[in-house]
């Protein structure tokens, strides 16, 4: 399950972060997560969970915010809506997909003390 070490490397930042900024708790974490990103928010928040306990952000909120695929198709040359990866271009039928949004996860927003 690679949610456990996304989760790793979301405590990583939040200690760096931590280190930087001079905060000593995480009360809130939000983060974008893009539909394409294979990335499965309940495996993520049961990582979260076990990965934050005992660290600064012991007991934080995670909050998930999903971020809508998005592909410009070189067959038809429109931005088109791509909800799954290998899913064809929905105007034109074409495979030719440049994925331009919703590949990737990050940490949006902080709250912490
Ligand atoms: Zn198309």
Redesign the pocket.
């Known amino acids: 399950m690679h949610e456990m070490s996304l989760c790793e490397s979301i405590l990583q930042i939040l200690q760096d972060e931590a280190r930087a900024k001079g905060f000593q708790r995480v009360r809130e974490v939000c983060l974008e997560i893009g539909e394409l990103a294979s990335v499965e928010p309940e495996a993520l928040r049961f990582g979260f969970d076990v990965v934050m306990r005992g660290s600064l952000a012991d007991g934080a909120r995670l909050r998930i915010e999903p971020v809508a695929g998005a592909a410009w198709?070189m067959?038809?040359s429109?931005r088109?809506a791509l909800p799954r990866r290998g899913d064809p271009?929905p105007?034109?039928?074409?495979h030719q997909l440049q994925v331009l949004a919703g590949d990737a996860m990050r940490i949006k927003e902080l709250e912490v003390n």
Request: aromatic content about 0%; hydrophobic content about 20%.
């Open positions: 198709c067959a038809c429109n088109v271009c105007r034109c039928g074409s």
